[in-house]
C-alpha cells in the first residue's frame, strides 16, 4: 500500500511539473514516439531471439519505412514475398499437398476396383516416388495429380482440401497440418503487414490448394497467392456456369518460374524476400540484385532435428539448400539458424 502510494504522489509532481513546463511536455512526447516504433518491432517478434537475424530484419523494416530514411519505400511498392512449404509451414517427410493427393487417390481406389488396378495409383499408394518420378515429366505424379486435381469443378476441389484438412494429421506431430505453421514466420508477416507491407505467397505448391486456406492460415487473401496452375474451363452444365480444372497449360512456379509468377499475378517487384531452399533462389536473386529500391532477402535454415527437421542437400527432402545458401555469404542475404534463432517453431 506505502508503495502505490509513493508511485502515486511521484506521478501526481510528475504532472505538475511538466504542466509548468510544456516545452519539456514536447520534448518527453517526441522523444516517445521516437522511441515507441522500435519497441513495437521487438515486441513484434516475441518468438525470436535475439541475434543478427532478428536485428537485421528489423533494421530492414525500420529503413525502409521511416519517412524522411534515405531509403524510405513508399507503401504501394511495399511487397514482400514467401515460399510456403519450407518457409512458412514445413514440408517433410513431404509437402502437405502431396500428402492430400495421396490421401486422396487412395480414398479413390478404394471406391473404384477398375481404379485400385492402375500400375502408377498402386505406386502411390505404396509410397514408391521413384516410380511416380520415372520419366523427364514425371507422368506417374502428373497421373496422381490429374486424378485428384482435375476433371472436377472449383467448388468440388475446394471442398475436397476442406475435407482433408478437418481429419487429416501430420505423421510426426499428430497435428492438423494448418496448426503446424511456423511461430515466428506468422510474426515476420504480422510485422510487416503492421509496417504496410502487402505479403504475398509465392510457391510451387497448388493456386487453387493454398487459397482454400491461406487467409485463415496466414491472413494472405486468395488473391495474393501465385502458385502452380493450369487452364481452367468455363462450361455449362444444367443452366449453371462452372468452371472446371484441367491439368492443360500447366505453370509451375518454381525455381525460375517464380520470377514469371510475380511479374504475371503481381506486378510489382519485390523488396523482401523470404525462402528456404533452392527452388527459392530465383526469387531472391530476382529481389535483391540490381533493384532500385532497398531489399532484403532471407533464408530459413532448417537445422533443428529435435522440434522440426534439420536437412540441407537430404534425397528425401523437396527442400534442398545447397546453392541458395552459399549465394547469400556473397549477397549479404539472411540465413535464419531454426535451432538457434527461435524460441520457439510451432504455435499461433
Partial sequence: MMRQFSCEVISLRFLLHVARNPSRLLLLLIGWL???????????????????????????????????????????????VFDNDGTLWPENPMPFQLAFALDRVQAKAAADPKLATDPMVQAAIAGDFGKLLEGPRHEGLLRIVALTHAGMTVEQ????????????KHPRFSQPYTSLTYRPMQEVLTLLRSHGFKTFIVSGGGADFMRVWSEE??????????????????????????????????????????????????????????????????????????????????????????????????P?????????????????????????????????
Fill in 217 to 314: 492460415v496466414y491472413g494472405i487473401p486468395p488473391e495474393q497467392v501465385v502458385g502452380s496452375t493450369s487452364r481452367t474451363q468455363w462450361e455449362l452444365r444444367d443452366g449453371v456456369p462452372q468452371l472446371i480444372k484441367t491439368l492443360d497449360h500447366l505453370f509451375i512456379d518454381d525455381k525460375e518460374g517464380k520470377p514469371v509468377g510475380i511479374q504475371q499475378f503481381i506486378g510489382r517487384r519485390p523488396i523482401a524476400c523470404f525462402g528456404n531452399s533452392d527452388g527459392d533462389l530465383a526469387m531472391l536473386q530476382y529481389t535483391t540484385l540490381g533493384n532500385s529500391r532497398p531489399s532484403f532477402g532471407m533464408i530459413v535454415h532448417h537445422t533443428d532435428d529435435q522440434r522440426e527437421y534439420a536437412y540441407d542437400a537430404m
Fill in 157 to 168: 476441389f475446394e471442398a475436397d482440401v476442406r475435407a482433408w484438412l478437418k481429419t487429416a
Fill in 316 to 348: 528425401k527432402s523437396s527442400g534442398k539448400l545447397v546453392e541458395a545458401i552459399q549465394e547469400a555469404r556473397r549477397r549479404g542475404w539472411t540465413v535464419v539458424d531454426m535451432k538457434n534463432d527461435w524460441r520457439t517453431v510451432f504455435g499461433p
Fill in 34 to 80: 521516437l522511441v515507441a516504433p522500435s519497441a513495437t518491432a521487438q515486441e513484434a517478434l516475441a518468438s525470436w531471439n535475439d541475434g543478427p537475424a532478428k536485428k537485421s530484419l528489423l533494421e530492414f523494416v525500420e529503413r525502409v519505412t521511416r519517412e524522411g530514411s534515405t531509403d524510405f519505400v513508399p507503401q504501394p511498392e511495399r511487397i514482400a
